[in-house]
């Protein structure tokens, strides 16, 4: 079956970080580009970050570039978020999500056709 | 940063009519737009992709079209499972942006 699945959530305190995991199963993960999308308390869906399959390119969004740094472990077949000066406005449920375009592309895309459940962060005092 | 603006905010109808759903962008996005179901504690689900392509195991009465800045998403005979909320979501520039979202409700 093909899975994603975050931790890592939880409270953090203003000015603090986080690191969030997603451990992949059920598919080639190093031949997919990963994403990082979010979902604040009763907003929409926000794109946050994304990493080609072998990680040559990389972006995020203004809202976290040079706060949030993603990466990946293509062995673990693990995708990761690293979240540093965190704000009140960075509390949302955190998905990782597959492109359902298999291979190493800039910014080429079929959409994201595997989402995992989420986890939360919190960002409070 | 593209825009993307969607259209109605929120939408109420019955199962069995149709939905049209509009999502305008702020600049050229060529095809390069994907259509998503959210429901609440679930996962998006992803509908279309390149406009007007359904993602794999899509029912038929899921349709994209549009290209450029003009996008719609049809869903030509409500069932009961369709309520939701949709966004719209560009690819084809960084940073990527999903749309506000439209609540399709009974």
């Known amino acids: 079956e093909v899975q994603l699945v975050e931790s890592g959530g939880g409270l953090v305190k203003p000015g603090g970080s986080l690191r969030l995991s997603c451990a992949a199963s059920?598919?080639?993960?190093?031949?997919?580009?990963m994403y990082w999308v979010r979902q604040a308390p009763g907003k929409g869906l926000e794109w946050v970050s994304y990493i080609s399959s072998s990680s040559s390119y990389i972006y995020y969004a203004d809202s976290v570039k040079g706060r949030f740094t993603i990466s990946r472990d293509n062995v673990k077949k693990s995708l990761y978020l690293q979240m540093n000066s965190l704000r009140a406005e960075d509390t949302a449920v955190y998905y990782c999500a597959r492109d359902a375009l298999e291979g190493d592309y800039d910014l080429q895309s079929d959409g994201m056709d595997v989402w995992g459940q989420g986890t939360t962060v919190t960002v409070s005092s | 940063e593209i825009v993307l603006t969607q259209s109605p905010g929120t939408l109420s109808l019955s199962p069995g009519e149709r939905a049209t759903l509009s999502c305008r962008a702020s600049?050229?996005?060529?095809?390069?737009l994907a259509w998503y179901q959210h429901k609440p504690g679930q996962a998006p689900r992803l509908l279309v992709y390149?406009?007007?392509s359904r993602a794999t195991g899509i029912p038929d009465r899921f349709s994209g079209s549009g290209s450029g800045t003009d996008f719609t998403l049809t869903i030509s005979r409500l069932e009961a499972e369709d309520f939701a909320v949709y966004y719209c979501q560009q690819y084809g520039s960084s940073p990527n942006t999903f749309g506000q979202g439209t609540k399709l409700e009974i």
């Open positions: 059920g598919f080639s993960f190093s031949s997919y580009t």
């Open positions: 600049q050229s996005v060529s095809s390069d």
């Open positions: 390149g406009a007007s």
